[in-house]
DNA sequence: CACCGTGCTGAACGCGTGGTTAGCATGTTG
DNA sequence: CAACATGCTAACCACGCGTTCAGCACGGTG
């Protein structure tokens, strides 16, 4: 394996011309599934790569692979990004508002979005650690005193998270970006679009009366914890 | 062109063997693409209307002509069931709540996600209509009383829009169902888990500090009351 | 009866796909 | 120098796709 395994181990990022090839496909990879789905071929991946559609075949034995290996790398950078942020990603804010801000992380977003839009496990996990998170960031909202607790704080921390995530997709699906920095500018416009809204509901809510509520919460017996 | 022009003229809906192949094939196809999606093989949805592939291209021309059929029929069809219902849907309830409850319709359902889920025609159309509405619901709802005033109602209107399609394209993409009938039970299931959640931010909200609303309110001149 | 229109089929075509493989270029090693 | 390992390419394969087309079955019409 010539110097390559010793590039490769030695650090995480570099300039894109001295990559191995195998981090350039992967990268190549990443970008064009983010763009334009998980239907591009990887004819078009190795193109961007600059090398041959052989080639790929030979580093990760098929597209499957391939892709598990894109959804690998994102998740330990997501984690990585997260962990960086994490003292930042204050309750209040929207739960996902320090990874979306991040311009320079675009084809990750994109790429994340991809997934949800098939539904991957990728997008599974990444959802479930959303939710996860937003389950944290409200309890410590709630206690700080600063968020209204809730009945059902895992459904409400799910519900809050599909949302927001699931309004972005379908800003993102129906006006789809032709390149990241494109995706970026969508990505801001969402938040643009959606932050008086979204503040307006969170602090003077949406119903004048507390009638619809009251009778739901007469109908049902109690909060349910944790079912399905 | 036999008496098929006939039967065809002469009423919307039959018994499902006496159809016209055209409008069997029609029916296939919505459920063929509602089930998994416009990938779907034409040589697929001619198994499921009983016929060959030959004879789909024969009456429609091409596939992409038989879902532009696919889409006007479900258009003409979700603004029929619109209209029947429009007296009942109260601002109050969900906006598409009486449209995503009727079981016999999951295919459209069904059909309508998987639009969205590819950002097409249809689902820009779709959402359009439901954003529309929105407005025009919440605002007889404020007028009402029993709907707090927004700042800017299309944005609101749009905002609780797309985050409620949103979030359950998300759930139905995260698992997907195999046949119709399971795509209503998750529907059903996306509703029950977050009747509580969403009841409880529209009465109580979710921050007990006007603070962020504020900020961003004096950091902003005036509400937009349309852009981009 | 022959003729013909028409709904319809099954085999085929062209193409793009993921995946395979023989072999080239290069550099290390005996 | 010869032998070999390896990053890499070009040509190829099998397959599934949308689409085409020659022709069959059948029913109305002269």
Redesign the pocket.
């Known amino acids: ?2 110097s ?1 395994k010793a590039e490769e181990a030695g650090s995480g990022e570099a300039s894109p011309s001295d990559l ?3 981090a350039r496909i992967r990268d190549a990879a990443i970008n064009r599934f983010a763009v334009e789905g998980f ?6 991946i ?1 193109a961007d790569a ?6 790929v ?3 990760f ?4 692979k ?1 892709r598990a290996e894109c959804d690998a790398h994102l998740l330990a950078t997501i984690g990585r990004l997260k962990r960086e942020n994490v003292a930042e990603a204050a309750a209040g804010h929207s739960f996902f508002h320090k990874f979306a801000a991040v311009e320079e992380n675009a084809p990750i977003v994109g790429y994340v979005l991809r997934s949800m839009q098939d539904g991957s496990a990728l997008a599974q996990d990444f959802i479930g650690h959303m939710v996860d998170d937003a389950v944290g960031y409200t309890k410590d909202g709630v206690a700080a005193g600063v968020i209204v607790p809730s009945r059902d704080e895992t459904a409400r921390a799910r519900y809050l998270t599909l949302s927001s995530l699931g309004a972005l997709l379908l800003e993102v699906t129906l006006d789809p970006p032709s390149d990241p920095s494109d995706l970026v500018s969508i990505v801001r416009g969402y938040f643009t679009n959606s932050y008086l809204p979204m503040m307006e509901l969170f602090t003077e809510g949406f119903l004048t009366s507390r009638r619809m509520l009251d009778e739901y919460l007469m109908y049902v017996p109690d909060p349910p914890s944790g079912e399905e």
């Open positions: 394996m010539r390559a191995t090839a195998r239907g591009a071929s990887v004819r078009a190795a600059g090398v041959s559609a052989g080639l075949m030979h580093h034995g098929s597209k499957d391939l």
